[in-house]
Nanobody, 126 residues
Framework: VQLQAFGGGSVQAGGSLRLLCRAS????????MGWFRQAPGKAREFVAA??????????ADSVKGRFTISRDNANAKNTVYLQMNSLKPEDTAVYYC??????????????????WGQGTQVTVSS
């Protein structure tokens, strides 16, 4: 399985970006997909996730109400979007998408994801 993230860029505070993550290969083994980010000098942190069962979504408190994760369609298991609105300078980071390949475990933790994309840079200026 390979994942590619697209859509990063530079925006001013208050602006919007939409990230796309596309998985290829045997994506049927996945149970959900998530987004994480890592800012310079900081640890990777959870941003948002969607699990296929029940189309349940999860968000970090820092992005709740501003970011929305969705999949391409109700049955898609290989494409997710992250719509990011009201962006803040503290959202600046490299954003990574990941495929959760196992049942169980919290979608908020990186250790339940088996496949990772290469990352896309998001820069928000004040």
């Amino acid at each position: 399985v390979q994942l590619q993230a697209f859509g990063g860029g530079s925006v001013q505070a208050g602006g919007s970006l939409r990230l796309l993550c596309r998985a290829s290969g045997d994506t049927n083994r996945g149970t959900g997909m998530g987004w994480f980010r890592q800012a310079p000098g900081k640890a990777r942190e959870f941003v948002a996730a969607v699990v296929w069962s029940g189309d349940t979504t999860y968000y970090a408190d820092s992005v709740k109400g501003r970011f929305t994760i969705s999949r391409d369609n109700a049955n898609a298991k290989n494409t997710v979007y992250l719509q990011m609105n009201s962006l803040k300078p503290e959202d600046t980071a490299v954003y990574y998408c990941a495929l959760k390949g196992r049942y169980g475990g919290s979608a908020r933790y990186g250790n339940v994801y088996d496949y990772w994309g290469q990352g896309t840079q998001v820069t928000v200026s004040s």
